[in-house]
């Protein structure tokens, strides 16, 4: 597993409880380090045992805490440059939905050997939507389903998400309902901020 996707649920576990929540949580996976290193590989089984004994320390079921993580990869200030690639995707959340086909090529633009599965979005109606997530990736359909949480808050819609248990297969589905694009007032996100940044220097 890629030391990247270790190292943000370990930055995770830092910002939202504090650094003594992930001593214990590193103490009870008997890690070797407490530390992970972004751009090495680590056994699988090291992410299950972090996942589990991070449940235990928290006292909060895995999928909830790995819902959690997709949440702050949008919400948190120190993922900023993330949530900006992703409302690139599209002027409200039903555009970005669209684009989400090709977030794992960006991915692998952005840190050429990280894999993600590969997602296909359905259209069933024109606010109902399902996508599909195939691939071998363990909890990344509830890291998935927090993240859609985030996104369609940060566009200000309100959509409904439901998907099953992550029961280890390759394939995985997330519902999407999208109720109202335009339910509630978004972040503050302006497309030209980087160029108008540029020009200022």
């Known amino acids: 597993m890629h030391g990247l996707i270790l190292k943000t649920l370990q930055v995770f576990v830092q910002d939202t409880y504090g650094q003594e929540p992930w001593q214990n949580i590193a ?6 380090e407490v530390d992970f290193e972004a751009m090495l590989n680590y056994d699988e089984d090291i992410f299950t045992d972090v996942v589990n004994s991070a449940s ?7 999928e909830a805490i790995l819902e959690d993580v997709g949440t702050y990869l949008v919400s948190h200030p120190n993922c900023e440059g993330l949530r ?3 409302r690139f995707g599209g002027v409200d959340f039903i555009e970005f939905l669209h684009s989400l ?3 794992p090529d960006r991915a692998r633009l952005a840190v050429a050997d990280l894999h ?9 109606t024109i606010n ?3 996508l599909k997530i195939d691939g071998h990736l363990p909890g990344f359909v509830h890291v998935m389903t927090g993240l859609l949480r985030a996104m369609a808050d940060d566009y ?16 995985q589905l997330i519902d999407i309902t999208v109720v109202e694009t335009a339910y509630a007032e978004g972040r503050d996100f302006d497309l030209g901020a980087a160029n108008q940044m540029g020009e200022a220097s």
Do not use: C, I, S
């Open 156 to 171: 200000g819609a309100l959509a409904l998400l439901d998907h099953e248990g992550d029961r280890g297969d390759r394939l």
């Open 27 to 32: 103490a009870h996976a008997a890690l070797d």
């Open 56 to 62: 235990a320390v928290l006292d909060k079921p895995a």
């Open 128 to 130: 109902q939507f399902q």
């Open 84 to 86: 900006r690639l992703l």
């Open 116 to 124: 993600l599965p590969d997602l296909e979005l359905r259209d069933h």
């Open 101 to 103: 086909d090709d977030l």
